[in-house]
C-alpha cells in the first residue's frame, strides 16, 4: 500500500474505505467518490443560509417601500397575514429541515447489513396527513376573513380617479382637479377607482396597500388610508413598455386643511405665494408643449408680473409641475388646454412635465425685478 492510498475499513468491506473521515464508494470502473461528512453539513446548510440572508435587511440609502414597514390599516392587515403565513412556514421549514438533516446522519450507511425495514405506520401517516391539512386550513380562513376588508374597506370618506398611462399616473379629485402626484388627508379612507388609458399598469404604494390593476376599458377599485403625515412611494408593479422604470408614484399625506389647501390651487402649509394662477390675461410669453415631448422654448426669461402661457399644441398629455410647492402646478392639460401664470417674486424657477420628464421634458423660468 502506498502512502497515497486510503486505508481499508475495519470491517473488511472492499467497497467502502475510511480517508479522514470521509467515505469512498468504489465504482464498477474502479474509481473513487469522496464525499466528506462536512461538506454535507455545508451544502445541508446552504438552503437556510439562504433564507437568513434574504431576512436582513439592507439599507442602500434608497426611499422606504418595504410593505413590512406599513403606514395605513390596509397595508398593516395585509402585514399581519403574511407575518403569521411566514411564521408557520418557517417553523415547518425548521422542523422538517432538522429531521432530514438528523435521519441523515444518524441513518447513513456504515457497512453493508441491510437496516430493518419499515413497511407502514398508520397512525403516523395519519398525523403526518392531519397536521399539513391543518395549516392549510387555517391559512385559507384567516385570508378568506380578510379579503373583503382588504379589498373594499370600511365606507370611503373621498373617491379619486387614477388612472394609468404610459409612463405616468393621473389623479382626478372630487371636485374635479387633477395632478400626478397623489395628495391625500391622513386618517381617512380614500378609495380609489383604477384604469389604464393604454396597457396594463399595476397601481402600487407598499405602504399604504396592496396593488390595484390598471387595465384599459375596465375600472378596478381598492383604497389606501395613511396613519400619519408624509411621502409614501411606489412604481407600476407591470412591465408596461420601455419606460416602465420610470412609472413612479408619490403619495403627499397630509393634514386635512393643507388637502383643501391643495384643492384650492393654493401652497400647502400656508407658505409665501411666489406665483398665482390667471385665466384671460393678456400673456407676455408663451411656452408649447409639443408632440416631441419637449418644452419650447424650455428657457425663459420674464420681469416681475408678467403672465406666462403654456399651451399644449400637440395630442400627447402633458402638464406644468414646478420644484417649488410655492408655485402652483398645472392640472393635467390635453390638447389645445392652456395654463397662465403670473409670478410675484425674482428668482428662478424649474418645472417639469411628469408624465414625460423620463425623456428630458423640463423647462426653466428666470424672473427678475421686484
Known amino acids: 500500500m502506498t502512502p497515497d492510498e486510503p486505508r481499508r475499513r475495519s470491517t473488511g468491506n472492499a467497497n467502502l474505505e475510511d480517508a479522514g473521515g470521509s467515505f469512498i464508494d468504489r465504482r464498477a470502473s474502479g474509481d473513487y467518490t469522496v464525499v466528506s461528512v462536512k461538506r454535507r453539513l455545508l451544502l445541508g446548510l446552504l438552503p437556510g443560509v439562504g433564507v437568513a440572508a434574504a431576512l436582513v435587511p439592507v439599507n442602500v440609502g434608497a426611499v422606504d417601500v418595504s410593505p413590512l414597514d406599513c403606514a395605513g390599516p390596509n397595508a398593516c392587515d395585509i402585514v399581519s397575514i403574511y407575518t403569521g403565513i411566514f411564521l408557520i412556514a418557517m417553523a415547518v421549514l425548521v422542523i422538517v429541515g432538522g429531521l432530514i438533516i438528523y435521519a441523515a446522519l444518524r441513518f447513513r450507511r456504515r457497512d453493508d447489513r441491510e437496516p430493518s425495514q419499515v413497511h407502514g405506520n398508520a397512525r403516523l401517516e395519519i398525523v403526518w396527513t392531519a397536521i399539513p391539512v391543518l395549516i392549510l386550513s387555517l391559512f385559507f380562513i384567516r385570508t378568506t376573513l380578510r379579503m373583503d376588508y382588504v379589498r373594499n374597506g370600511p365606507p370611503p ?214
Not at 383643501?260 to 393678456?282: D, E, H, R
Not at 402652483?328 to 418645472?351: I, V
Open 157 to 370: 370618506n373621498i373617491t379619486i380617479q387614477v388612472t394609468g398611462v404610459q409612463w405616468a399616473w393621473l389623479f382626478k379629485y372630487p371636485n374635479g382637479k387633477s395632478s400626478s402626484t397623489l395628495t391625500i388627508p391622513v386618517n381617512q379612507v380614500i378609495q380609489l377607482k383604477v384604469t389604464s388609458k393604454d396597457v396594463l399598469h399595476s397601481f402600487w404604494v407598499p405602504r399604504l396597500g396592496g396593488q390595484i390593476y390598471a387595465i384599459p376599458g375596465q375600472q378596478n377599485h381598492g383604497w389606501i388610508e395613511a396613519s400619519q403625515a408624509g411621502q409614501y412611494f411606489g412604481e407600476c408593479n407591470e412591465l408596461c413598455g420601455i419606460g416602465h422604470a420610470t412609472m413612479s408614484l408619490q403619495v403627499d399625506a397630509v393634514s386635512n386643511a393643507n388637502y383643501q389647501a391643495f384643492l384650492a390651487g393654493k401652497p400647502i402649509g400656508g407658505g409665501p405665494v411666489l406665483a398665482q394662477k390667471v385665466s384671460g390675461a393678456t400673456p407676455a410669453s408663451k411656452v408649447s408643449e409639443n408632440d416631441q415631448l419637449k418644452f419650447a422654448p424650455t428657457s425663459l426669461s420674464v420681469k416681475v408680473g408678467d403672465v406666462i402661457q403654456w399651451s399644449n399644441d400637440g395630442s400627447s398629455v402633458h402638464n406644468v409641475t414646478f420644484d417649488n410647492k410655492a408655485v402652483p402646478s398645472s392640472d393635467t392639460m390635453n390638447a389645445n388646454d392652456k395654463y397662465e401664470l403670473k409670478f410675484s417674486k425674482a428668482g428662478t424657477y424649474r418645472y417639469v412635465c411628469t408624465f414625460h420628464v423620463s425623456v428630458g421634458m423640463t423647462g426653466t423660468i428666470t424672473v427678475t425685478g421686484g
